[in-house]
């Protein structure tokens, strides 16, 4: 167990919809990041988060947003969905925003159909 | 850009023997970290192993270490005494200070014959 919780764990949607996936990083971690792992694409970086700001940007779509909240609890909103966001969604936390060990939740498995 | 090379989609392992996962990376930045990850088919992501880029000795964790050579700009993890539990998907990884973004590899394969 990495200390970092993910809900929920699967999630089933239809196109066009959207959904809230939250992330809880290890007690005393500062910075969070998402991560979007998919078969074709593999594993993207899409956004990072220290201490409530946004401190990296990847691969991230415009219809996805995130946000870390003073508690450093994060959220990733993915918005009018289509197919291809079906895949598998990490979290993951380090205690500072430099190349430093990041430990990933169990992830969100999302399937849009 | 930061770049991660991983050139065995699949490897084969005798149980007990030890195996070498191969990582090059390519970048311009020279202050940056590489990470090793696990991942079994469960699903989870287990970290492994980490090397800074000003780390003089190669990283050891357990039966992991690093073999760390920088002027070739390669990080590959050796797995000594390779078990059943070994067969998963491993990932190398880089992040630098530049632009904090980390970039996987597609990742190898492991297979742990008993």
């Known amino acids: 167990d990495s200390g970092v919780t993910q809900t929920p764990k699967h999630l089933i949607t239809a196109t066009g919809q959207r959904v809230t996936l939250r992330c809880s990083p290890r007690?005393?971690?500062?910075?969070v990041y998402w991560y979007q792992q998919s078969l074709d694409q593999g594993l993207q970086f899409l956004i990072q988060?220290?201490?409530?700001?946004?401190?990296a940007k990847g691969n991230i779509l415009e219809r996805f947003s995130a946000q870390q909240f003073p508690d450093l609890h994060s959220e990733l909103n993915l918005s009018s969905l289509e197919l291809g966001d079906s895949a598998l969604y990490f979290c993951?936390?380090?205690?500072?925003?430099?190349?430093?060990?990041?430990?990933f939740g169990p992830g969100t498995r999302l399937l849009v159909l | 850009a930061q770049k991660i090379t991983q050139t065995q989609p699949g490897m084969f392992v005798q149980e007990k023997e030890a195996v070498t996962l191969d990582c090059t990376y390519d970048?311009?930045?020279?202050?940056?970290?590489l990470f090793w990850y696990k991942q079994p088919s469960s699903g989870e992501m287990i970290f492994l192993i980490y090397?800074?880029?000003?780390?003089?000795q190669n990283a050891t964790e357990g039966r992991y270490s690093l073999n760390f050579q920088k002027a070739r700009k390669s990080a590959n993890l050796v797995i000594s005494a390779s078990q059943l539990g070994d067969s998963a998907m491993y990932f190398c990884?880089?992040?630098?200070?530049?632009?904090?973004?980390?970039?996987f590899g597609a990742g190898t394969r492991l297979f742990v014959k008993a």
């Open positions: 990884a880089i992040i630098n200070t530049g632009g904090f973004k980390t970039i």
């Open positions: 970048t311009s930045d020279p202050s940056y970290g």
């Open positions: 007690s005393g971690d500062l910075s």
């Open positions: 988060y220290y201490n409530g700001e946004e401190r």
């Open positions: 993951a936390s380090s205690v500072g925003q430099g190349e430093e060990t990041q430990y």
């Open positions: 090397q800074g880029s000003y780390d003089q």
